[in-house]
């Protein structure tokens, strides 16, 4: 049986902690009138004492250090950054969810919600009484899409770690795709909007094509050539390599892309960009007039900074991978956490 734990239960008298965080480790002990052994339990991320048989009056228990989960290594990361997604965000990441438990594989997916003034994180927290490797973590202040991203990924313990745009704009499904780009010898596939290939649709507004041509004109000038598409909000990355580019990126807006590629060139891992259907969502939070001006200040900036060599050394300390556990991984609970510190630009 299993029956609910209240802030008060007149059953037990407990002695030490009373209150609890399911991303705290716990160790206390507590007196019950009843015969047996009480045991802390989360059913889809609720409380629950459940009574077992037991010979003493008294017992100590312990749920796992926050440790223990965090240091398990995961098959795949999903990065989603979030700012003001209320209207947006379930849908596409419910279907994120089902696809990952689909694939028998161990994920996570962390949400970073970029100083949302919506029920973004509320949102992300009900799903996750409904999803246990689903995580939040909460941004103070609005920061830009680049440092939500780097926020996500810093935290991240997946093998692969794959960032995703909140609209849903490219199905999960096309992760294949770029899973057969890395399977081939790549370090970082990129989805692209603009190459050819049998049975990928790509659905743009006519305005967007047209300032994304001018703007990768400049990109190729200035930063990254050879890239055709770097702006697509649909990339997979191998661990290691995201941490280490992740460690090393300045930029907080929406340039970060291109920061991230130009690095990735620089310190000779293998880019591919690989076709992916993609379908224009409305309710984008991207100004066209003003963010495209500052990306394109934003290029000279990079461009300024990789000539002063500043992408030589890490911005944060690099993520260490623990090495992998052998037998079956117990799923993280869900958790809201705080990212890692990162320094200002």
Request: aromatic content about 8%; hydrophobic content about 40%; overall charge positive.
């Amino acid at each position: 049986m299993c029956y609910p734990l209240e802030p008060r239960t007149p059953d037990l008298a407990w002695r030490g902690t009373t209150s609890y965080s399911v991303a705290e480790a716990l160790h206390f002990d507590f007196t019950s009138p009843v015969r047996g052994t009480l045991m802390l339990t989360r059913t889809f991320g609720r409380p629950s004492v459940r009574l077992t048989a037991g010979p003493s009056f008294h017992r100590a228990w312990e749920l796992r250090v926050r440790d223990q989960f965090m240091r398990q290594n995961l098959d795949l990361t999903i990065v989603i950054p979030a700012f003001n997604e209320e209207a947006r965000l379930e849908r596409p990441l419910r279907s994120y969810l089902d696809y990952c438990r689909g694939t028998q594989r161990s994920v996570e997916v962390i949400v970073v919600d970029d100083g949302s003034r919506d029920r973004t994180s509320s949102i992300v927290e009900q799903l996750a009484d409904e999803y246990p490797e689903l995580r939040l973590i909460r941004l103070a202040e609005n920061r830009g899409k680049g440092y939500a991203v780097r926020s996500g990924v810093v935290n991240a313990r997946g093998d692969l770690v794959l960032f995703a745009d909140a609209d849903g704009a490219t199905p999960l499904c096309e992760l294949v795709r770029l899973e057969q780009a890395l399977a081939a010898g790549a370090d970082v596939a990129i989805g692209s909007r603009v190459l050819d290939a049998t049975g990928v649709t790509v659905k743009a507004r006519f305005y967007r094509r047209v300032i994304g041509r001018a703007f990768h004109r400049l990109v190729e000038t200035l930063t990254v050539r050879d890239i055709k598409d770097t702006q697509c909000g649909f990339k997979l990355f191998r661990g290691e390599v995201a941490h280490d580019l992740f460690s090393r990126m300045r930029m907080n807006g929406f340039s970060f892309d291109v920061e991230v590629l130009m690095m990735a060139r620089r310190h000779g891992y293998r880019i591919s960009e690989v076709p992916v259907n993609w379908t224009h969502q409305p309710g984008s939070k991207v100004n066209l007039i003003i963010d495209s001006a500052r990306m394109a200040r934003d290029l000279f900036i990079i461009r300024g900074r990789y000539l002063r060599g500043e992408y030589m050394l890490p911005h944060i300390t690099p993520f260490s991978p623990p090495a992998r556990q052998s037998g079956p991984q117990r799923p993280s609970l869900p958790q809201t956490e705080a990212a890692a510190v990162i320094p200002e630009s």
